[in-house]
């Protein structure tokens, strides 16, 4: 089982949502028995609480179900998973300090944009449903390269 964490700060907008997009990703691939997805915050703001109501919203306009606790990023994630995705660069030098050292397995998740290589995906907590959608495009299309790119590091 090749097991994925989606990583951004409260646990309750963009990684709650990567995680249910990216499950309806392996879903539609048939790829649900090989691959497991999850997601964390840096912070512990929000732990045990689903997520913002707006997550939920833009996931379902999309037909996309959000089933998610929020929980917070800890070092043994690092032994647990196959690959650590940052929503941002301030989240994943939090992921490093956190881990105590650098990884191979912590990536960005713009880094499998095409049209936004090595940014960040904005935290829409403080916007309106505008920034949600833009969220959700932005980890539709980095999800599909992302895919693309585990099924070729592992032949499935």
Known sequence: MIKILFVCLGNICRS???EAVFKKKLEIHGLDDEIFADSAGTANYHVGETPDP??????SKHGIPVN??????????LNEFDYLLAMD?????NMEIEMGT???KLLLMRDFDPQGKGQDVPDPWYG??????EVYQILDRSLDEFLTFIKKAHDL
Do not use: C, V, W
């Open 16 to 18: 709650p949502l990567a």
């Open 54 to 59: 707006r997550t939920i919203e833009i996931a």
């Open 68 to 77: 998610h606790r929020g929980q917070q990023f800890k070092k043994h994630h």
């Open 89 to 93: 660069h301030s989240n994943y030098r």
């Open 102 to 104: 650098d990884s191979d």
């Open 128 to 133: 309106g449903m505008n920034g949600f959608e």
